[in-house]
């Protein structure tokens, strides 16, 4: 069958090529239709993985709590009735709630000015400790995290963010040298690796920004640098949530632990990475319906188009086809060698459709700054969908020519 069928293929190129102008214009439906699916989904590829990364910085498994900021005269109020995030906080829920498993606390430093013996920078200091770093799935590039004995030491030590290690030592050397923040000198043990995040919003919600801050001991921040008196003594909490537990319904008891101890009063928000996540692919799920509803409808413009230029084929080809017949050919030949051109004409608008998708995906996401990663899956679906339409719009002209009376085709003018 494929030897029968290849010579047809060849004959429909020849075809083609002596209608140039006619044949651009069918495979133009083609192109545009598998060029929209490719960059629809390699599009939506590439929201998800990025999704993934930025879920991945939360971490999946934990619930986040932040502190609210409010002006001066409405956190008087508010610290009538509650102190705010506390380590205390942190305590209850991991010796009360049996589904977390691990935990972390940050503090927030307001800083004035930040040096070291290299250079100057404009960066954060947070004082964490030493499971934020896994927690928020941080790897150092150079040298360690911070550990428990740095934080029972009230030990003067941080970790840099990339960019921040970057501004205050350029030639890349910052370990075991020392960096003044605000009036308190640091040894720095650690340097982290450059975030994978393009973004530092997800949802809504403000992530990433690591790579701009120096982490110390939570405790050495608490005792070593001021705040204002009003704040909390956390801005923010990780709860780790054990596997077998759903984070939706875990956030359920959390949030009636500190409703209690922060007696009813509004000064902390929970966010759920799980429920970001559903959020999204619910979000991505949407837009996939959307794009594949206008992808389908060019593709189907470039079948119908497909269909009529075979019946016009079939018109102008009457007489040949007569011959054919008279020669010997079946009506099955006259239908293969029908079904070959549209087939030939789908593969070759299938073929620079995914060029076409590939080279769109890349131009929409370099103008939009979306993530965009190639899909195998989406150039074989493409491709396979146009072999459909092409072999399915070209039946009917395949037919229509196979039935012909012969003896009325040769005498046709």
Same mark, same amino acid.
């Given at each position: 069958?494929?030897?029968?069928?290849?010579? /047809?293929? #060849?004959?429909?190129?020849? %075809?083609?090529? =002596?209608? &140039?102008?006619?044949?651009?214009?069918? *495979?133009?439906?083609? @192109?545009?239709?598998?060029?929209?699916?490719?960059?629809? /989904?390699? #599009?939506?590829?590439?929201? %998800?993985?990025? =999704?993934? &990364?930025?879920?991945?910085?939360?971490? *999946?498994?934990?619930? @986040?709590?932040?502190?609210?900021?409010?002006?001066?005269?409405?956190?008087?109020?508010?610290?009538? %009735?509650?102190?705010?995030?506390?380590?205390?906080?942190?305590?209850?829920?991991?010796?009360?709630?049996?589904?977390?498993?691990?935990?972390?606390?940050?503090?927030?430093?307001?800083?004035?000015?930040?040096?070291?013996?290299?250079?100057?920078?404009?960066?954060?200091?947070?004082?964490?400790?030493?499971?934020?770093?896994?927690?928020?799935?941080?790897?150092?590039?150079?040298?360690?995290?911070?550990?428990?004995?740095?934080?029972?030491?009230?030990?003067?030590?941080?970790?840099?963010?990339?960019?921040?290690?970057?501004?205050?030592?350029?030639?890349?050397?910052?370990?075991?040298?020392?960096?003044?923040?605000?009036?308190?000198?640091?040894?720095?043990?650690?340097?982290?690796?450059?975030?994978?995040?393009?973004?530092?919003?997800?949802?809504?919600?403000?992530?990433?920004?690591?790579?701009?801050?120096?982490?110390?001991?939570?405790?050495?921040?608490?005792?070593?640098?001021?705040?204002?008196?009003?704040?909390?003594?956390?801005?923010?909490?990780?709860?780790?949530?054990?596997?077998?537990?759903?984070?939706?319904?875990?956030?359920?008891?959390?949030?009636?632990?500190?409703?209690?101890?922060?007696?009813?009063?509004?000064?902390?928000?929970?966010?759920?990475?799980?429920?970001?996540?559903?959020?999204?692919?619910?979000?991505?799920?949407?837009?996939?319906?959307?794009?594949?509803?206008?992808?389908?409808?060019?593709?189907?413009?470039?079948?119908?188009?497909?269909?009529?230029?075979?019946?016009?084929?079939?018109?102008?080809?009457?007489?040949?086809?007569?011959?054919?017949?008279?020669?010997?050919?079946?009506?099955?030949?006259?239908?293969?060698?029908?079904?070959?051109?549209?087939?030939?004409?789908?593969?070759?608008?299938?073929?620079?459709?995914?060029?076409?998708?590939?080279?769109?995906?890349?131009?929409?996401?370099?103008?939009?700054?979306?993530?965009?990663?190639?899909?195998?899956?989406?150039?074989?679906?493409?491709?396979?969908?146009?072999?459909?339409?092409?072999?399915?719009?070209?039946?009917?002209?395949?037919?229509?020519?196979?039935?012909?009376?012969?003896?009325?085709?040769?005498?046709?003018?």
């Amino acid at each position: 069958m494929i030897g029968r069928f290849f010579p /047809l293929i #060849i004959d429909a190129l020849e %075809e083609m090529a =002596a209608h &140039k102008l006619r044949t651009l214009l069918t *495979l133009l439906g083609m @192109i545009f239709g598998v060029g929209a699916v490719i960059a629809m /989904l390699n #599009i939506g590829e590439g929201a %998800e993985r990025q =999704a993934l &990364k930025m879920i991945d910085s939360m971490g *999946l498994r934990n619930l @986040i709590i932040e502190s609210k900021v409010f002006a001066n005269e409405e956190l008087n109020e508010i610290r009538q %009735e509650s102190l705010g995030l506390t380590l205390a906080d942190v305590e209850a829920a991991a010796s009360t709630l049996p589904f977390v498993v691990d935990h972390s606390a940050e503090r927030r430093v307001k800083t004035q000015s930040v040096y070291s013996s290299d250079g100057k920078a404009d960066v954060n200091l947070v004082g964490v400790t030493a499971n934020h770093f896994s927690l928020s799935n941080m790897h150092t590039e150079q040298g360690r995290t911070l550990t428990d004995e740095d934080d029972k030491a009230v030990a003067q030590v941080a970790v840099l963010g990339s960019s921040a290690a970057k501004q205050l030592f350029p030639d890349g050397n910052a370990l075991g040298k020392y960096v003044k923040v605000n009036h308190l000198w640091v040894q720095v043990v650690g340097v982290l690796a450059a975030p994978y995040m393009a973004k530092d919003e997800f949802q809504g919600v403000k992530i990433g920004g690591d790579s701009t801050r120096i982490f110390v001991p939570l405790s050495t921040s608490l005792k070593k640098l001021n705040s204002n008196a009003l704040a909390s003594e956390l801005d923010m909490i990780k709860l780790k949530i054990s596997d077998d537990v759903d984070p939706m319904i875990a956030a359920k008891g959390v949030s009636q632990l500190f409703k209690l101890r922060h007696g009813e009063a509004e000064d902390y928000q929970m966010i759920i990475p799980a429920a970001l996540l559903a959020q999204q692919k619910q979000t991505q799920q949407i837009f996939n319906i959307v794009m594949a509803c206008v992808a389908g409808i060019s593709l189907l413009v470039g079948g119908i188009g497909i269909m009529n230029i075979m019946l016009a084929n079939v018109l102008e080809r009457t007489k040949e086809i007569g011959l054919l017949r008279a020669v010997g050919a079946t009506q099955q030949d006259i239908k293969l060698q029908f079904i070959a051109e549209s087939f030939t004409i789908s593969v070759l608008g299938g073929l620079l459709g995914i060029v076409f998708g590939l080279a769109l995906s890349e131009i929409i996401g370099f103008y939009s700054g979306w993530a965009v990663s190639w899909s195998m899956v989406a150039i074989f679906l493409s491709l396979t969908i146009c072999m459909a339409v092409g072999v399915g719009f070209g039946v009917f002209p395949a037919i229509k020519a196979s039935q012909l009376n012969p003896i009325e085709a040769l005498h046709s003018d």
